[in-house]
């Protein structure tokens, strides 16, 4: 029978990675948006797909003692953080307990060693880099929930302030044709703004780059980005940052098409942790997979014997290449490629005490784990976005003779639903 249009209590128990509640009806299970772990809520049934339903909440009965009053305006509207009536200590301990029981569901892990998530003292302002949706007319904004409407991004608690002011100056002086706008920021101070369109000629560019330049302090790169087609129009095509961990502090060049951690006292937390489980003692090789612009294996770099990096997007590569030559390092190199492709063919045979994985969130093909157990490295660090896929992977390495010896998650995406950790396999020893 289709239950949809019925009403429903609805005790909440959960939180959906879509950022909705979660609760059982008659043994059915509803996602209810809205709702909280805590509340108990009237809910009307919007879909009945079988197996499960989503509702809309119409009332809530009785409020979680973890729901916290809206600090943000557009709490509910924009699709940014799907947390934000959740206590931010709550919000911790929902994504801990998730990263917990993905290892266990997905993972098979009976009792996984998980360790208490890191978070942030003052999880504000911290987002480096934000990006803008921009309508046809000019107009500026954030996507709302699960939609393409926009909704005001002014009184943003998470990103960068220079960010709001540089969207302020786009909003008076818009240039048709702009699809998107991202802002960023660098350590240094400087700021760069990134012009999304698939057009290459646009109108009053002159006009907004002053208003942007009399928006902040320093102004340093503008750039025109279609796809992988990238064109400076103004001051340098990257600014500067610097990446600080336990063990080293590395400087690093950001261009507009970079893949770099938005939040730069939690990627210190992220990598420290990656480097304290990497146990380097200066005679490792640490084979750094999915390297991006090869931040991680530039830092455990100094305490090592040799970093290899592997990163199929060219501009990843070559920026980590001259990361490289800024920080003087001069025993790490990088080869572009897909991680399952080419530590098969261009690097056959290479051995490895460490090896490092950081894959998107689909996490890591068959054909790569198969490989890295193949090279037998003593750890493997694997630093992860998805609980879901990394629980995956971790269950086949372990089924290949390694053994989960710690997962720390790290809370880099505050009052979001976004989730990363960083895990430590060691070779299993054979027993006489």
Known sequence: MDRAGEQIELYITDVSTQGEGIGKAGGLAVFASGALPGDTVLAEITEDKGRFAKAKVLEILQASPDRVPADCPNAGK??????????????LRWKESYVRGAL???????????QPIRGMEHPYDYRNKVEFAVEKGGRIGF??????ALCDYHNCLIAFPEAIAMADAFAENPVKGVKQMVFRRGSSGQTMAVIHSDKQKLTHLEDLIYALDEAVEDLSSVCWVDGPKMQV?????VIEDTIITDLSTIKVEVGPQSFYQVNPSQTTVLYSLAQQYAELTGSESVLDLYCGAGSIGLSMAEHCRRVIGVESVKPAVIAANRNAVINGIVNAEFVC????EVVDTKLQGVKADVVVLDPPRAGC?????DTVVAIAPERIVYVSCNPATLARDLKILCEKGYELAE???VDMFPFTLGIESVSLLVKKRETQ
């Open 337 to 340: 490629g897909k991680a399952e």
């Open 233 to 237: 129009l103004a001051g340098a095509p």
């Open 78 to 91: 924009c699709g940014g953080c799907a947390l934000r009536e959740l206590s931010y200590a709550a919000g």
């Open 407 to 409: 997962c720390t998650p």
């Open 365 to 369: 093909k068959p054909q790569l784990l």
């Open 143 to 148: 996507y709302g929930a699960g939609s393409h």
């Open 104 to 114: 266990r569901r997905i993972g098979g892990f009976e009792t996984p060693p998980v």
